[in-house]
């Protein structure tokens, strides 16, 4: 699939191939299409995540209103009065900024101080990393939750910075960006495991182990789950890894900026911050020498980046329900 491919109304799961090139002989020891059957009806049985597909359809709808009027916008977020109670706390404090000594007490307010794009991605970023939280039952899929938010904290400030056009959706992208790991350490935690020692024993990323053990990367289940969703073809587009890293910055399309800054801040947030601080320092030289050419980000920076992102997170926990 290239960037100029046509939207799509959802990719079923005969078509899952669209997105995979097939293993090779004695690469997978699952079929992937079972397996990728079992996650569904894995989730069509967990009650909270059931709710979760649901409410990932009314996301939807707020994220396709692109030529809707505030009101009707407003209208759909104040139908969730405890995601519309988080997000004016958000919106009033540092996470977005200071814009009033008064404080903003009403979405079509802060509609008309942030703008109403900018309070429309904010609210379907909030609900999906909120969903996500809330259905965590064990640690690790809590540090998946909150390196999601993180992730979207980064790759947001990058588009700005970019002053890129239509990038309204990267928030979104970089926080399901590895959507399809968290499904299968939710729900399928053996194959899970099974996966991160084949990682760890072959020296692999999570993405080549996932592929040699499901038969499917962890970025097409989660792309496959998005179609599924119906997701804005651009998010899904932009949720697909990066892998040629010479191509010069001011060549990339709008869509491929959002892949590269998405691909980025996630490897930024993946950095194991249990490590020694001069491991931790030759991580972030190695990834931002990687992008050198395609995104141009310091060492410095990608430091700052994750400096902001990790503050605005820890000061704000308590609205954001971390535990």
Partial sequence: MNLSDPPHAGIELDRIDFFANR?????????????????????????????????????????????SSANDIADVILKDMALTTKLLKLVNSSFYGQFSDKGISTISEAMIILGTEEIKLAAAGLKIYEIMNDVANVRILKDMAIKSLQRSIIARELALEEKMENAEYIQITAILYNFGEYLVALFSPEVYLNVEITADGKNLSREQAAKGVIGISYSQIGRFFASRWHLPQPIILAMKPVSNFNLLKNRLSTGEMQRYLCSFSNELCCIDFSMPGDIIGKKILEISEKYKICLGITPSKSLDLLKMSSNKITKHASILKMS
């Fill in 23 to 67: 293993p090779g002989a004695g690469e997978s020891k699952t079929d992937y299409k079972t397996f990728i059957k079992t996650l569904s009806g894995n989730i069509m049985k967990n009650g909270s995540f059931l709710t979760f597909s649901n409410q990932i359809r009314d996301i939807n709808h707020i994220l396709k209103m692109k030529y």
